[in-house]
């Protein structure tokens, strides 16, 4: 199936550092990929929808100012959080679905705030 | 709205017992139904999913699952779990299309006793 690489898995940042997180589909163009934070024992709340050369679509209650989303090319979306708090400390994940496929999924991303 | 319910927060059941997990959704038209499983820090993988045609698809690892339209649900199943099946386990829901999102349920944490 189709390749979805999320990097880094792990980060620990200082309060008020920003930090990138890439997703990058590695067999595949993505005109769209999403962005999900999922908080400890619970389920995948969406982000953002990250579109290639646009802006990307926020989803209600979602600050755009703290997480930043670039999709430059159709294989590569970033989303950065900006003056990260202990508060952003959560599971970031990426996907993206090949045409009218299944959504494949990155790893992941543990980020911390300390 | 698209809505996906998983009226089970934690199952546990033992090691060669039947398994069937509950996931009701809402949605207008016809929907794209999915089961993904999480291993603990770890992104998504899908097991199944539904589009069309046959309501009654198999997945990887044994698992199957049938879509009943009369009942909105989409239940998944697995007539004898392993030790290694202890995820966490989600159903979506969601339109066909590569710019279309998916909505998660919950998710249902399995433990599995020897």
């Known amino acids: 199936g189709a390749v979805v690489s999320q990097h880094p898995s792990r980060v620990i940042c200082k309060s008020g550092t920003s930090v990138k997180i890439e997703c990058r589909s590695l067999?595949?163009?993505?005109?769209?990929m999403f962005w999900y934070r999922q908080f400890p024992k619970q389920s995948l709340m969406l982000m953002a929808t990250?579109?290639?050369?646009?802006?990307?679509?926020?989803e209600q209650g979602v600050e755009k100012d703290k997480f930043l989303i670039n999709h430059a090319s159709l294989t590569l979306s970033t989303l950065t959080v900006t003056s990260a708090h202990p508060e952003d400390s959560s599971f970031y994940i990426c996907s993206a679905r090949p045409g009218s496929a299944e959504a494949f999924f990155g790893q992941g991303t543990r980020l911390t705030v300390v | 709205a698209q809505s996906v319910t998983q009226p089970d927060i934690h199952i546990t059941v033992s090691e060669g017992a039947s398994l069937e997990l509950r996931c009701n959704y809402s949605?207008?038209?016809?929907?794209?139904l999915f089961w993904y499983v999480q291993s603990p820090g770890q992104g998504l993988q899908l097991l199944l999913k539904y589009f069309s045609g046959d309501t009654l698809v198999q997945g990887i690892k044994g698992f199957e699952a049938e879509f009943k339209r009369s009942q909105s649900s989409f239940n998944l199943r697995k007539p004898s779990v392993h030790w290694s099946d202890a995820a966490e386990y989600f159903c979506a829901v969601g339109a066909g299309g590569a710019t279309n999102k998916l909505i998660f349920g919950t998710g249902t944490l399995l433990a599995v006793q020897p």
């Open positions: 990250s579109n290639e050369g646009s802006k990307a679509t926020y």
């Open positions: 949605y207008g038209a016809t929907p794209y």
């Open positions: 067999d595949f163009q993505a005109t769209t």
